[in-house]
């Protein structure tokens, strides 16, 4: 099993400039969520998805969209991407109460 | 509303007991979650609590549940090098879904 995969795994954009990241577990897991982490903040929860075909604003949605492609795949996509959204993104997948698997994260640059 | 909070850094010697804090402000919570972040990974679980325990041993880690003081500490025996990284608590309200709350994270420097 790989677990839970993310790309790219790096990624330098330049303002106004869109991306999609990918997401995709093969843990069989109904619920997926996208967070971002900068320094001295933790992680803040962007989108999240419950369950196949549902998804709901977490912390921090503003400049952010998500699509649930089916039950393995959970997408973020940047339309018009901005400095402030410099961040590590983490894609996560969870099947029940007791834990979330973490994907290895994606650092993007917004100059 | 929820707001957990950690100190920022630690700083121990190899073979030393580390001692990790967290406080949390929602009472409802139902789990608390310490994970591990080394340089350029993702998060990885350690342990967890369930909120009617007060405490958990986990061979050398060991987590202390004070609900009344919304007080979660982690404490890790004989610390080693490999052991440096940041921690993070998070706390859930959700049983049937997850969706958790994370702390700064502290981050252990372990010295030989």
């Known amino acids: 099993n790989a677990g839970v995969t993310q790309t790219p795994k790096f990624q330098v954009l330049k303002t106004g400039q869109s991306m999609t990241l990918q997401c995709a577990q093969d843990?069989?897991?109904?619920?997926m969520y996208w967070y971002r982490q900068d320094p001295g903040m933790g992680l803040r929860l962007i989108y999240y998805s419950a369950s196949e075909g549902t998804t709901d604003k977490g912390e921090v949605p503003n400049g952010y969209n998500v699509s649930r492609l089916n039950k393995r795949e959970f997408s973020l996509r940047l339309e018009s991407a901005a400095p402030s959204q410099t961040s590590v993104y983490f894609c996560a997948s969870s099947g029940g109460a007791k834990t979330q698997y973490f994907g290895p994260g994606t650092r993007l640059l917004v100059l | 509303g929820e707001d957990v909070e950690q100190s920022l850094f630690l700083s121990v010697r190899e073979g030393d007991s580390s001692v990790i804090n967290c406080t949390y402000t929602d009472s409802s919570s139902t789990y608390l979650y310490w994970y591990k972040q080394e340089p350029g990974a993702g998060l990885q679980l350690l342990t967890y609590i369930f909120s009617n325990m007060d405490m958990k041993q986990d061979q050398r880690l060991t987590v202390l549940l004070n609900k009344k003081d919304k007080h979660l500490s982690l404490r890790i025996a004989d610390t080693q090098t490999g052991d440096s990284a940041i921690y993070f608590c998070?706390?859930?309200?959700?049983?049937?879904?997850?969706?958790?709350?994370f702390g700064t994270g502290t981050r252990l420097l372990v010295s030989p």
């Open positions: 843990m069989n897991h109904n619920s």
């Open positions: 998070a706390e859930s309200m959700n049983t049937g879904f997850q969706k958790l709350v």
